[in-house]
């Protein structure tokens, strides 16, 4: 049952002629994940900053998907958000990166490369 809720979310209806990665998707990419490395070796408070990393990560990631899979992209930032938070309230108050913020380009990314019937 998840693997067809997961393959209809990568198949999902999308703009008929999205641009195809060129090298500002991978500027951006790289933007975001040096903007990461730069808050772990800033921040003062570095408690399980090192951990916030990894979503952080895959979220920058999601970010080469925006154009071609939008909705399978936010879901995945979003998913990765939400596992993150309530991982750091259920363990302790962690400080998490703000970089992470790169997900909202993602809800435009949505809006502008979904391809509504």
Do not use: H, K
């Amino acid at each position: 049952m998840v693997g067809n809720s997961l393959g209809a979310l990568w198949n999902e209806p999308r703009s008929a002629d999205p641009p195809s990665q060129v090298w500002r998707d991978w500027a951006l990419l790289a933007v975001v994940l040096a903007g990461s490395a730069l808050e772990v070796v800033l921040r003062e408070d570095r408690s399980w900053l090192a951990i916030a990393v990894a979503p952080s990560g895959a979220i920058a990631i999601t970010l080469l998907w925006r154009r071609a899979r939008p909705l399978a992209a936010v879901t995945v930032a979003f998913g990765t958000l939400l596992a993150f938070q309530l991982a750091r309230i259920v363990a302790i108050d962690v400080t998490a990166l703000n970089s992470i913020s790169a997900a909202l380009v993602l809800s435009y990314a949505l809006l502008r490369w979904v391809g509504w019937p």
